[in-house]
Nanobody, 122 residues
Framework: VQLQASGGGLVQAGGSLRLSCAAS????????MGWFRQAPGKEREFVAA????????TYADYVKGRFIISGDNAKNTVYLQMNSLQPEDTAVYYC????????????????WGQGTQVTVSS
């Protein structure tokens, strides 16, 4: 499975961005897709995930109410709508794909995208 993330950029505080991550290859077995982020000097952390077959979403507390994860099964694409962005949201955002059942807030995903930079100015 190959993952191609896009949609990052520079935005002012309070603004919005929408990230996309398109999966290609052996996508017939998808348990979940998720988004993680890594700020400079910090560890990669969980942002949001969606279980593919039933669409259950899970969010980290620090993005709950501001970010929305969604998926398009026909396009094998997962989206992350980010609203009310703050400077602390600045990071490289990575999408991830799990073929099998895993704890979706952990980093036990099978495949990772290349990352897309999100920068929020104050």
């Amino acid at each position: 499975v190959q993952l191609q993330a896009s949609g990052g950029g520079l935005v002012q505080a309070g603004g919005s961005l929408r990230l996309s991550c398109a999966a290609s290859g052996r996508t017939f077995a998808t348990y979940a897709m998720g988004w993680f982020r890594q700020a400079p000097g910090k560890e990669r952390e969980f942002v949001a995930a969606i279980t593919w077959s039933i669409g259950i979403t899970t969010y980290a507390d620090y993005v709950k109410g501001r970010f929305i994860i969604s998926g398009d099964n026909a396009k094998n694409t997962v989206y992350l709508q980010m609203n009310s962005l703050q400077p602390e949201d600045t990071a490289v955002y990575y999408c991830a794909h799990a073929r099998r059942v895993i704890p979706i807030t952990t980093m036990k995903y099978d495949y990772w995208g290349q990352g897309t930079q999100v920068t929020v100015s104050s």
